[in-house]
């Protein structure tokens, strides 16, 4: 199995300002994903973070609004730009092997609150 | 898009009780899995199925991978406290996992 470790735990933030989220794995994974969940709601993926290549965005989400870094195969980060209390939600970094899923294992998760 | 439908939303039992929760999709999975989520916690996997009519046991969790491949349950058996949480089902394509909405389960010592 693999320990991801997310930074910070939570935090809370003003409407307008950027927060940064580090997500650190101990083993050389070939993906590593980004997932949003609202209070109450399931996970939905933001991207998918490609090493050293722009990350693959799903429907909805924009890189100017969720900007992501993959510089290495450990490490990854998602930053949430300009916030707006819609923006409120547990951020979680998601690592596994490419196509094998019971490989994908879960960070802590970061929860952000907007105010 | 792919969209799973998971029920119950919530589910609130007696210690010792069964519980069974299921997943439906318009779409076809190749994989289908079950996920727990404990508070301030990232989901952990329970259970992952790979063929159609596959039934998998993990202590007393169950899980079934439909013959349609449309479809997953799983099946909790003589539950205790800490079976607490949010069980999430996930559909996997191509690298690609989509969760269910959860079913939040209170168990009541």
């Known amino acids: 199995s693999a320990v991801i470790s997310q930074k910070p735990s939570r935090d809370i933030c003003q409407r307008g300002t950027s927060l940064t989220i580090q997500c650190q794995v101990d083993s050389q994974v070939t993906m590593m994903f980004w997932y949003r969940q609202q209070p109450g709601q399931s996970l939905t993926l933001i991207a998918t973070a490609n090493q050293g290549s722009e990350a693959t965005y799903e429907s909805g989400f924009v890189i100017d609004k969720f900007p992501i870094s993959r510089p290495n195969l450990t490490f990854s980060t998602l930053t949430v730009s300009n916030m707006s209390p819609e923006d409120s939600s547990i951020y979680l970094c998601s690592v596994g092997l490419a196509g094998v899923p019971d490989t994908q294992y879960f960070g802590p998760g970061t929860r952000l609150t907007v105010l | ?109």
């Open chain 2, 1 to 109: 898009g792919q969209q799973l439908n998971q029920s119950p939303q919530s589910m609130f039992i007696q210690e010792g009780e069964d519980v069974s929760m299921n997943c439906t999709s318009s779409s076809i999975f190749n994989t289908w899995l079950w996920y727990k989520q404990d508070p301030g916690e990232g989901p952990v996997l329970l259970i992952a199925l790979y063929k159609a009519g596959e039934l998998t046991s993990n202590g007393r969790l169950t899980a079934q991978f439909g013959i349609t491949r449309k479809d997953s349950f799983l099946n909790i058996s003589a539950s205790i406290p800490s079976d607490v949480g949010i069980y999430f089902c996930a559909g996997y394509n191509n690298n690609d996992m989509r969760f269910g909405a959860g079913t939040r389960l209170t168990v009541k010592p």
